[in-house]
């Protein structure tokens, strides 16, 4: 689990160097607590997104996922980045008994989001019941795949979260100085801390961390693992007059319906953190008992704005 703590603002001094920049319509935030491992680091997460996004992507018709979606009802071989983003992937599913499901591509596409956001055609067909194949009909053997004929893949859930941990790990490792990655929100941290830890601000929508904090903002601190936040606020476009939102419940094909604008987990990576919050969202009201179970660090911010925290989240500061 990933140690969560309270913002002391006295702790917070501490020499760390950070990039900012947008990759997949999202903003990328890099930290390092050594100004001189920045280049590096900054160099070997931009190759990370890179080589994710050929392996991962379902906007490029050159990717390998596009491959196995026309590849559908037969075996298409894989590459071992977008093996790994599957198995990440169906062990999310399995973990969340199916509320993030990966075969939820073509729901996806017939909400219009089959392109990047800023992209997105809002038509004028309102959005219909597509139920999704289900992530148990998806085959993985190796470096081979096969999904059902008519299934559309869809990584959204797990790529981000799983690319974080990756690139942190991997910056860690190689320059020796502890990393902060953080995509879209998406949050996981490696190596030594800096002194007090990192500073983390969690909100409804991902914006400047470097603006001043919202009314409805809180600072934590993360010592390890990762922290993930997923909402209906953020990814949100309209397609027949109706406006939808990215968080599809798998047994509809229908944005989930909304409990929580916004659900905010730790966990011991940014994957699992993700898994459960985005689980969280398409649960609704049952969420809390299961992330309770799951003995989780959560900050779940209702509709209306009243915000329920369970799992040991740490109490409100600024």
Known sequence: MSTVQRDRAAQLERPVAVADWTAWTCRVRLAVTDPAALPAARALLTARLAAVDRACSRFRADSELAAVDA???????????????????????????????????????????????????????????????????????GDRVRIPWGTRLDLGATAKSWTADRAAADIAARTGVGALVSIGGDVAVAGPAPAGGWRVRVEDVTGDPDAPAGPDAQVVVLTDGGLATSGTRARRWRRGGVEVHHVLDPRTGLPATPAWRTVSVAAASCTDAGTASTAAVVRGRAALPWLAGLGLPARLVGEDGDVVTTGGWPAWTC
């Open 71 to 141: 590849g559908a009802g037969r075996w298409t071989p894989v590459g071992p980045l977008l093996a790994e983003a599957l198995a990440v992937a169906l062990r999310a599913a399995r973990l969340s008994d199916g509320d993030v499901d990966p075969t939820v591509g073509g729901a996806m596409t017939a909400l219009g989001y089959d392109r990047d956001l800023d992209l997105v055609d809002p038509g004028q067909v309102p959005p219909v019941l597509s139920p999704v194949a289900g992530w148990g009909t998806v085959e993985l053997d």
